[in-house]
């Protein structure tokens, strides 16, 4: 599963600002997937075929992209913000489990 993007990564990309990245997702000449309802990610290929089919005015405020690494508690965080319900669901079922076992 490829690593979606996020406004700002595709912004970055290319070149514009988020507010004109939200724009092109409501024109229809960017496909946008929300997450939790309400965090847009982007799929980079579909990101990419867009700068290439439009012309973007520089925007000299956005810097060009580079390969920031990103940290392993960057990574962590998100990943228990968009699946803290099924954490804590498996947290759970797994006290239930041992609850029923000590219980037999």
Same mark, same amino acid.
Do not use: C
């Given at each position: 599963?490829?690593?979606?993007?996020?406004t700002?990564?595709a912004?970055q /990309?290319?070149g514009?600002?988020?507010?004109d990245?939200e724009?092109l997702?409501r024109?229809? !000449?960017?496909?946008?997937? $929300?997450l939790g309802?309400q965090f847009l990610?982007f799929?980079?290929s579909q990101?990419?075929a867009l700068?290439?089919t439009i012309? /973007?005015?520089?925007?000299k405020?956005i810097?060009?992209?580079?390969?920031?690494?990103v940290? !392993?508690v960057?990574?962590? $965080?998100?990943?228990?913000y968009?699946y803290?319900?099924y954490?804590?669901?498996v947290?759970?079922?797994?006290?239930?489990?041992?609850y029923l076992?000590?219980?037999?």
């Open positions: 599963m490829e690593k979606l993007w996020t700002a990564e912004a /990309f290319l514009i600002t988020e507010v990245v724009q997702v024109e229809g !000449k960017l496909t946008g997937y $929300k309802g990610r799929r980079p990101v990419e700068k290439g012309r /973007f005015r520089p925007n405020k810097k060009k992209p580079h390969a920031e690494p940290s !392993k960057r990574h962590l $965080k998100e990943f228990i968009f803290d319900f954490l804590v669901s947290v759970l079922l797994a006290v239930l489990v041992v076992i000590a219980a037999s």
